[in-house]
């Protein structure tokens, strides 16, 4: 039995259906069954009080019977719209005249309302024209059945008996209970639909989560490797520390460092964008990098960022396309020669800031980044500076000025982290390294 009304509820269903049809097309079918078991009831009705006004209920529910049936056929042919323009109607004829044949205001009233509102949920808006049609015929009978014809007409039909008005009545009443039902089962089968959909969406959100989590983790890895050890680099200065604690998992900025027996290199760089678009460039970045300085030998500071600029210009701006990226890096390099004894210094668009004789300076190095074709011609000045061993360069990015927090949410800004780093120039530099990791901490906590 069960399967017999699904086999009748999902009649005229197919794969093209969205899922919102098909559960409009279940709903007229459900619809349909509960009428046609209506009408069944009431013919059978018709038939116990044949002779008692009965005759004509039997006739009209029996023609009514074939009319409405005929919907299953249109939803089998896939002509949805005719389809609900014949249930609709019949239903509209089959309230009408039962208004008119027992004469009863309530009865009409009652099923002229349950109609429009099958009208609105089974009409879609592009079938707004059909359902001004129904609406105007629906307010066209009301009138007449409700209003007009109790004040104007007696009963066509004789007086049928009065447990035969009864039978009638609770037939009624079962029949419109019938559809209640059966707009019930269909509000909670979109609830449970949505609730299904959410659940599908979750699980689908979840995995692409993890799949992307799981690219990013590995991302990660090659970042770091590519870094390399802070600690190997460290190790190569009488007095280092390296703050690095990227923003997500993979990081847009980047260290680099480089020695032969005569130089050491050390690059501090921001990449356009945080995260995985950031991650790229850094990867570019230090590719171009390991070309310039360790096959080309290019050390000094100025003409190492001009080569630079030239590498990812070319990779960002495509002739052929006129496809033209305007991402780069802002970058700082320090070149010390260990055999003059000597410190060249640049920078693009980032100063470094350097203690010398308790002296604080600040090197501003040049306003251009690397890459960005905005600029027609680009010039990076290089600082020339005599060794010391009191001398301490910090090269970083804009990461810990651009940080927001403390009581007022607010940016930390350049000048406060030089006035930080000026405090600091008497501690070792892995208390200094501990004290500034502290205030980052500190200032993301608020």
Known sequence: ???????????????????????????????????????????????????????????????HFVIISTTYLLNYQRKYLLAKLVFCGSALLFVSIYGIYFGERGFAGYFLSMLVFIYFTVFSRKEIKALGVLLVLTTAVFLYTVVYKYENFPMPFGNPSIDFLKMFRLSNMFGFIGLAMAFGFYG????????????????????????????????????????????????????????????????????????????QVIIAADCTGHGVPGAFMTILGMEFLNDLVRSRNIV????????????????????????????????????????????????ANNPVFCISENKFIKIKGSKYPIGSSQYDEKRFEETKLSLSTTQQFYLFTDGFQDQFGGPDNKKYLTKRFAALLESLYSLSMPEQFVTLDEELNACKKG
């Open 300 to 347: 000094r500071p100025g003409e190492l960022l001009a080569e630079l600029n030239k590498k990812v210009l070319a990779a960002t701006q495509n002739q052929a396309t006129d496809l033209k990226i305007n991402d780069g890096m802002d970058m700082t390099v320090v070149t010390i020669d260990k055999k003059e004894q000597l410190a060249y210094v640049a920078g």
């Open 188 to 263: 909670f089968s979109i609830v449970n639909s949505t609730e299904h959909k959410l659940e599908l969406e979750k699980e689908k959100s979840e995995e692409l989560l993890e799949h992307f989590l799981q690219g990013v983790n590995y991302a990660n890895r090659i970042q770091t490797a590519l870094l390399g050890s802070k600690e190997g680099i460290t190790r190569k200065f009488a007095d280092a520390f390296i703050l690095y604690k990227p923003k997500d998992i993979v990081s847009g900025d980047f260290y680099w460092y480089h020695e032969d027996e005569r130089y």
């Open 1 to 63: 039995m069960k399967n017999l009304f699904r086999k009748i509820t999902t009649i005229g269903v197919h794969d093209q259906l969205s899922a919102s049809e098909v559960r409009l097309l279940t709903l007229v079918n459900t619809l349909l069954f509960v009428i046609e078991v209506y009408i069944v009831v009431n013919a059978l009705l018709g038939l116990s009080f044949f002779s008692e006004g009965g005759k004509d209920l039997l006739i009209f529910n029996v023609f």
